[in-house]
């Protein structure tokens, strides 16, 4: 069984930043494809962006030119970057992994924009 364990989340005030970390307890697994979803109460869960094992990133227009997807398949794990926070930015974020033939998600990690 594989899990995806975040850290990273905390409270922080608009404008600051904040940096994500995704790891797999697995390190013999490979993820061809890599994401980061969040989820505000009352709300769909939405991406909010992507990477390929390539390094190909895309975006959600609300977070484009903020936050920065990498990741390090070396030690099976992704981070997100966010710069510039927003209280519209509150949510709980999960990771996402895709290996051939299943998927996985992360327990999630809550990030809350407040001053």
């Known amino acids: 069984q594989v899990q995806l364990v975040e850290s990273g989340g905390g409270l922080v005030q608009p404008g600051g930043s904040l940096r994500l970390s995704c790891a797999a307890s697995?390190?013999?697994?490979?993820?061809?494809?890599m994401a980061w979803y969040r989820q505000a109460p009352g709300k769909q869960r939405e991406l909010v962006a992507a990477?390929?094992?390539?390094?190909?990133?895309n975006y959600a227009d609300s977070v484009r030119g903020r936050f920065t997807i990498s990741r390090d398949n070396a030690k099976n794990t992704v981070f997100l970057q966010m710069n510039s926070l927003k209280p519209e930015d509150t949510a709980a974020y999960y990771c996402?992994?895709?290996?051939?033939?299943?998927?996985?998600w992360g327990q999630g990690t809550q990030v809350t924009v407040s001053s």
């Open positions: 990477i390929t094992g390539g390094g190909s990133a």
């Open positions: 996402y992994g895709q290996s051939v033939g299943a998927s996985y």
């Open positions: 697995r390190s013999s697994i490979s993820f061809h494809y």
